[in-house]
């Protein structure tokens, strides 16, 4: 147990409206990343932080922005979510700045309707 | 980007019956990881393993970094075992590319 939750774990919402997403953890981890994962894609990384306020783009960053204003949280906003985003959301850590390991929260289920 | 394939993409296994599962990634890599996702869809670590070879009780993986593939083997299957297996592999300095999964069904 690497000490992450994700809340909400599950959420409906509607086209149009903003949604944030929150990766909470416990053991000062440096780096955090979000992906998502759809039926034939296996998991994509949406954004990473490296640090407080340092982050990144991934290769799905289109319609997601991401905000790390402490350690322990890292946010991820949809400013409008769109149907193309409904999709399992999994947050993750890096263990160690030397070991590139990464170990996945339990995910929130979002639908777009 | 980096290609991650994996096969097969579907296996169905007897209980008691041993299986390969295998990920070919399409440039060097630094490290490569293993996961099992449970029918809960929790995503649970198997192993860490850039190179060589490594067993955790029924599992053990090998990774050929220079020949581009690695290897998963389950020995006397579990319905327990049952779910999605995805192979994923570190490029660049932070990134994390993942194959499409083998979804294993082990049945009694």
């Known amino acids: 147990d690497a000490g992450i939750t994700q809340s909400p774990r599950h959420k409906v919402t509607e086209t149009g409206t903003p949604v944030t997403l929150r990766c909470h953890q416990t053991?000062?981890?440096?780096?955090m990343y979000w992906y998502r994962q759809d039926p034939g894609h296996g998991l994509r990384l949406i954004h990473y932080?490296?640090?407080?306020?340092?982050?990144d783009k991934g290769e799905v960053s289109d319609g997601y922005s991401v905000s790390r204003s402490k350690t322990e949280d890292f946010l991820l906003t949809l400013e409008s979510a769109t149907s193309s985003q409904t999709s399992v959301y999994f947050c993750?850590?890096?263990?160690?700045?030397?070991?590139?390991?990464?170990?996945f929260g339990p995910g929130t289920r979002l639908t777009v309707l | 980007g980096i290609q991650v394939e994996q096969s097969p993409p579907d296996l169905i296994l007897q209980e008691g019956a041993n299986s390969t599962l295998r990920c070919n990634f399409s440039d060097s890599v630094n490290n490569l990881q293993w996961f099992h996702q449970n029918p809960w869809g929790q995503l649970i670590n198997l192993f860490y393993i850039p190179s060589g070879t490594k067993q955790n009780g029924r599992l053990s993986a090998t990774t050929v970094a220079t020949e581009r593939y690695s290897l998963l083997y389950i020995s006397s299957s579990q319905t327990t075992d049952s779910g999605v297996y995805f192979c994923?592999?570190?490029?660049?300095?932070?990134?994390?590319?993942f194959g499409k999964g083998n979804q294993v069904v082990v049945i009694p």
């Open positions: 932080s490296y640090g407080v306020k340092d982050t």
């Open positions: 053991e000062n981890h440096r780096y």
């Open positions: 994923a592999v570190r490029y660049g300095n932070n990134r994390l590319a």
């Open positions: 993750a850590i890096r263990d160690s700045d030397r070991v590139y390991e990464q170990f």
